[in-house]
C-alpha cells in the first residue's frame, strides 16, 4: 500500500543532484538544524515543510552558501560544496523579500548575475530578455523595482535566479508575501515553470497546502530534524510519526497498547474505548508496545444512533458518542464528538456538506456512532 | 483654507492651533527673533553708505569691491579649498565607520559609537584649543607653500565633522535589506561587487546628505579654524572677522550675504536629499 502511493514517484537513489550528510548548525546554544541527511533527486520538486523555528530556512541558507555548516556536508553534482561560498555554486536563491536590487531596471536586475561573471554585454541581455519571456514579463525590462507590483517583484527574482541556469534553485517562502488567490495562481505558475525549465527546485514553506499541492516530495521539518521524507500523499495518509501526523491536515490520535497481531492485522487496546480496534498496515509492531492510532476525521463515518442499545462490546472500530459541538466550513462541517468522559476524549469527525436542505444532519446533543475501516487508521509508535 | 463653522464647537485638532491668534504671534515673533539679523545683513549690503549704519539709498558696489578684495577672495578660495578636501575625506571616513558600525560586532562597541560621535557634541572651543596644542606638540611644520599650509584646518575640519556623515551614513543603513546584498552575492558578487552594486548604492543618499553637512560644516567654521589657521592660511570667516574688527563696511555684509545663499543652499539640498530617503524608506 505504501509502496503503490510512492511508486509514481522517482525513489531516492535514482540520480541525487544534492546529497546532504549528517547537516548541523548551530547558533550559540541553539540547534538550528541537527543532523539532518536528505537526498534531492535532479528535476524534482521538492518542499521543506515545517513549522516556523523548525530551521527550514537556516537548511536552505546552508545549500545556498549563505551560512557556513557546523558540521555534516553538501554535495551538489558530487562536488562537495560544505566550505565554497555563495558566489561560486551552482545554485541560485529567491528570497523572501524578492530581494530586488532598487537602483537597477528589470532587465539590469535580470542580467545582473551574467554581467558580474564576466559576460558579454550582448549575451548578457539576450539571455536576460529571454528569461524575462519565459516569467511572461516580456516589455517590462525597462521598468524600475518600484514600478512594479509584489507578484511582478517576484517574477523579476524568479527570472533573476533562473537566467545564470542553476543546477538547483533555491525558493524562500516564495507566495507568503502575495495574496490568497494570486498565491494560487502562482502554485500552478511555479510547477508549470519548474517542468519548463526541468531545474529542481526547492521551496521552504510554512504552508501545507503549498507543500502538498506543489512538491514531488516533502520533508517535514520540526525543531532541527528531518521527521519523514515522502510524497504529499503519502505523507497524509501514511504518516511515520504523531507530528507528521499533526502537523499534515486534522488527525484524531487514540493512545494504546498493541495486544495482538494475526498476519496483515494488528489489535490495539485504546485507553478510551472498550474494544480493541483493528488495524492492517504494512508496518507492524510486536504486542505490548505503546502506540498511537491516527485516524483523519474524513476517515470516520458517523451515524445517528437510534434509540435501545445498538453496539456491542466486541464491535470494533466503532464507538458511541455524543455531538459536543459543530463548526459550519462551507464545504465540510467538523463534529467535535465526545466518546469518553475524558479531557482527550473528543474525537472530530469531518461530514461533507452533501444536501442544501439539511444544512444540519446532525444537531448537538445528538448519540451517534462512529465507524471506520481498518486500513483507515494508522499505528505509530513514536 | 477650508474654514469648518461647527469647528468652535469641537476640540481643535493639534494643527488647527495654527488658526489662533496667540500660536500664530508666536510663530511670528520666532521667525522675526531669528531671521531679522540676517534679512539686515543682506538688505545693508546694498547700502550706499560707507558706515553703513543709516539707509542711504541701493547699490551694488560693495559686491564689485569685495570681488576686488584680493585678500577676501584668497580667504574664500583657501575656504573651498579646504571645505572640498574635508568633505572628500569626511565622506571616506564616515562611510567607513558606519558601515563598520553597522556590519560588524565588536568588543567595547558602544563606547566606540560613543567616541566617534563626540566631536558632534564637544564645545567647539575645546576642540580648536585642543587642535592647537596638538599641532604645537607634534612640531607641525609651518611656512609650506600653498596649497600645504591648509593641511591643519583641513584635519581638523575632517576631525568634526566625519562623525556627522557617520551618524547620517548609519541611518541610511539600517533601512538595507541586508537579503539585497545576499542576491548580490548568491547571483556571483563577490565581496568588492557586493559593496560595490548592493550596499553603496543603498548608502549614496546618506553619503551625499552627509557630504554636503560636511561641506557647510567646513566652510562656515570659525572658532576652531581660529585656531588652526596662520597668517597664511586665512579662511573666509576668519577674514571676515578681521575686517570687522577695523570697521563694519556694507562690503563685510556683501561677503557675509554671499556665504549665507552658499550655505543655505547647500543645506537645503542636503534636507531635500534626506526627505527623499526617508518617503523612499516609507515605501
Redesign the interface.
Given at each position: 500500500m505504501t509502496g503503490d502511493l510512492g511508486s509514481e514517484n522517482r525513489t531516492p537513489a535514482d540520480k541525487a543532484i544534492i546529497r546532504i550528510n549528517s547537516l548541523s548548525k548551530n547558533f550559540g546554544a541553539i540547534q538550528a538544524v541537527d543532523g539532518v541527511s536528505l537526498e534531492i533527486q535532479a528535476g524534482e520538486f521538492f518542499a521543506l515543510l515545517g513549522p516556523s523555528g523548525c530551521g527550514k530556512t537556516t537548511l536552505l541558507r546552508m545549500l545556498a552558501g549563505l551560512e557556513t555548516p557546523s558540521a555534516g556536508s553538501i554535495v551538489i553534482d558530487g562536488e562537495d560544496m560544505s566550505r565554497v561560498p555563495a558566489n561560486r555554486r551552482p545554485v541560485n536563491t529567491v528570497f523572501q523579500s524578492y530581494a530586488v536590487f532598487p537602483h537597477l531596471s528589470v532587465l539590469d536586475n535580470v542580467g545582473y548575475g551574467l554581467k558580474v561573471t564576466g559576460i558579454r554585454a550582448a549575451e548578457v541581455r539576450d539571455r536576460a530578455e529571454a528569461a524575462l519571456d519565459l516569467v511572461k514579463l516580456e516589455g517590462y525590462g525597462a521598468r524600475m523595482p518600484d514600478q512594479l507590483s509584489g507578484g511582478q517583484r517576484q517574477r523579476v527574482a524568479l527570472a533573476r535566479a533562473l537566467v545564470k541556469r542553476p543546477k538547483v534553485l533555491l525558493l524562500d517562502e516564495p507566495l507568503s508575501a502575495l495574496d490568497a488567490k494570486l498565491r494560487e495562481a502562482m502554485r500552478h505558475e511555479l510547477v508549470n515553470l519548474q517542468e519548463t525549465v526541468g531545474i529542481t527546485f526547492i521551496i521552504v514553506t510554512h504552508d501545507q497546502e503549498e507543500a502538498l499541492s506543489m512538491a514531488d516530495r516533502i520533508a517535514v521539518m520540526d525543531r532541527g530534524c528531518v521527521r519523514q521524507v515522502a510524497p504529499p500523499a503519502q505523507l497524509y495518509e501514511f504518516p511515520t510519526n504523531r507530528f507528521v501526523a499533526d502537523f499534515i491536515g486534522s488527525v484524531n490520535l487514540l493512545e494504546g497498547i498493541v495486544s495482538a497481531v494475526d498476519g496483515a492485522e494488528m489489535t490495539v487496546q485504546a485507553a478510551l474505548l472498550a474494544a480493541p480496534l483493528r488495524i492492517v498496515q504494512d508496518k507492524r509492531f510486536v504486542p505490548g508496545t505503546k502506540v498511537w492510532v491516527a485516524i483523519r476525521p474524513e476517515k470516520i463515518n458517523m451515524t445517528k444512533l437510534e434509540t435501545g442499545p445498538t453496539l456491542r462490546l466486541d464491535d470494533n472500530n466503532q464507538v458511541e458518542g455524543i455531538v459536543e459541538e459543530i463548526t459550519y466550513l462551507g464545504d465540510f462541517s467538523i463534529y467535535h464528538v465526545r466518546i469518553a468522559d475524558r479531557p482527550e476524549g473528543l474525537v472530530k469527525v469531518a461530514v461533507p456538506n452533501f444536501d442544501r436542505a439539511t444544512l444540519r444532519p446532525f444537531i448537538w446533543e445528538d448519540r451517534v456512532i462512529l465507524r471506520w475501516n481498518p486500513n483507515s487508521g494508522v499505528v505509530l509508535d513514536s | 483654507m477650508k474654514v469648518r463653522h461647527n469647528a468652535r464647537r469641537i476640540q481643535p485638532g493639534p494643527l488647527e492651533y495654527t488658526r489662533r491668534a496667540w500660536m500664530r504671534m508666536i510663530l511670528l515673533a520666532t521667525f522675526v527673533f531669528l531671521y531679522t539679523p540676517i534679512a539686515t545683513l543682506v538688505a545693508f549690503s546694498f547700502n550706499d553708505s560707507r558706515r553703513n549704519i543709516v539707509w542711504r539709498g541701493f547699490t551694488t558696489k560693495y559686491y564689485e569691491k569685495a570681488l576686488a578684495n584680493d585678500g577676501l577672495i584668497e580667504a574664500f578660495v583657501n575656504s573651498l579649498s579646504i571645505a572640498f578636501v574635508s568633505t572628500f575625506i569626511s565622506i571616506i571616513l564616515g562611510a567607513m565607520t558606519a558601515f563598520m558600525l553597522w556590519r560588524f560586532r565588536f568588543p567595547l562597541k558602544p563606547l566606540y559609537e560613543g567616541a566617534v560621535t563626540l566631536p558632534i557634541v564637544i564645545p567647539e572651543i575645546c576642540m580648536g584649543v585642543a587642535m592647537l596644542v596638538f599641532f604645537a606638540r607634534i612640531g607641525w611644520p609651518t611656512g609650506l607653500p600653498w596649497p600645504l599650509n591648509l593641511g591643519q584646518i583641513a584635519i581638523a575640519h575632517v576631525s568634526f565633522s566625519f562623525p556627522f556623515v557617520a551618524v547620517v551614513v548609519r541611518a541610511r543603513l539600517a533601512s538595507f535589506?541586508p537579503?539585497?546584498a545576499?542576491?548580490?552575492?548568491?547571483?556571483?558578487?563577490?565581496e568588492w561587487?557586493v559593496m560595490r552594486?548592493?550596499v553603496i548604492?543603498?548608502m549614496r543618499p546618506g553619503l551625499l546628505a552627509g557630504g554636503l553637512l560636511a561641506f557647510t560644516l567646513s566652510l562656515d567654521d570659525f572658532v576652531i579654524t581660529f585656531f588652526t589657521s596662520g597668517p597664511e592660511s586665512v579662511t573666509f570667516p576668519v577674514k571676515v572677522y578681521s575686517m570687522v574688527r577695523f570697521s563694519v563696511t556694507p562690503e563685510v555684509n556683501a561677503a557675509s550675504t554671499v556665504l549665507v545663499v552658499i550655505t543655505v543652499t547647500v543645506t537645503a539640498l542636503a534636507l531635500w536629499i534626506q526627505n527623499k530617503q526617508s518617503s523612499e524608506a516609507r515605501g
Open positions: - | 535589506n537579503e539585497i545576499e542576491a548580490a552575492r548568491d547571483l556571483g558578487a563577490g561587487a552594486d548592493a548604492p543603498h
